[in-house]
T-cell receptor, first 116, second 112 residues
Framework: AQKVTQAQTEISVVEKEDVTLDCVYE???????LFWYKQPPSGELVFLIR??????QNEISGRYSWNFQKSTSSFNFTITASQVVDSAVYFC?????????????FGKGTKLSVIP | GAGVSQSPSNKVTEKGKDVELRCDPI?????LYWYRQRLGQGLEFLIY????????KSGLPSDRFSAERTGESVSTLTIQRTQQEDSAVYLC??????????FGPGTRLLVL
């Protein structure tokens, strides 16, 4: 069965610091998809990124970057020059690519607090 | 275009009552999912609909939970004889087949 582990329960940083959120996954499929979602205090889950297992290119989007390493089954998320608006719970999630429903398996989330 | 919408936003009910939660997916999205998020927890998958295929109900926690979807339109999640442990945020998501899932704002259910 698939599993996503986010070992960091809570992180606090001072504004403008860089922060990395860790995500480790387990799956027996060779095809799978990884995601990060942001859940601000309002509660709605906001999609950030999707990565396919056959594409290990790292990605940068503004202050956000993602490091996908199949060798260590990790998909870490870095926020550069953090801002107060980045305060939220961040979820890493996995979809196995085999037949069946494409349900997301979520980690327990990392609560990020950015202190002004 | 409009995102996923859910109603009601909040629902308070008494233990033992039935509740219905509604989800309106993004227009054209063939797949629809229900998840549950209990306080301080991650999200748990409940049920998945894809077009006219039989739904995947493998995540439903008990036979008190059921859901329906007509074609590719709205879905209703019903919880019968609610219990206090059913208190949670119920989130709906939709996607194009195996595409990225986009979530609604959720329904916060409190069972007294």
């Amino acid at each position: 069965a698939q599993k996503v582990t986010q070992a960091q329960t809570e992180i606090s940083v001072v504004e403008k610091e860089d922060v990395t959120l860790d995500c480790v996954y387990e799956t027996r499929d060779t095809t799978y998809y990884l995601f990060w979602y942001k859940q601000p205090p309002s509660g709605e889950l906001v999609f950030l990124i999707r990565r396919n297992s056959f594409d290990e290119q790292n990605e940068i989007s503004g202050r956000y970057s993602w490091n996908f390493q199949k060798s260590t089954s990790s998909f870490n998320f870095t926020i550069t020059a953090s801002q107060v608006v980045d305060s939220a719970v961040y979820f890493c999630a996995l979809i196995q690519g085999g037949a069946g429903s494409y349900q997301l398996t979520f980690g327990k989330g990392t609560k990020l607090s950015v202190i002004p | 275009g409009a995102g996923v919408s859910q109603s009601p936003s909040n629902k308070v009910t008494e233990k033992g009552k039935d509740v219905e939660l509604r989800c309106d997916p993004i227009s054209g999205h063939t797949a629809l999912y229900w998840y549950r998020q209990r306080l301080g927890q991650g999200l748990e998958f409940l049920i998945y609909f894809q077009g006219n295929s039989a739904p995947d109900k493998s995540g439903l926690p008990s036979d008190r939970f059921s859901a329906e979807r007509t074609g590719e339109s709205v879905s209703t999640l019903t919880i019968q004889r609610t219990q206090q442990e059913d208190s949670a945020v119920y989130l709906c998501a939709s996607s194009l087949a195996a595409g990225t899932q986009y979530f609604g704002p959720g329904t916060r259910l409190l069972v007294l």
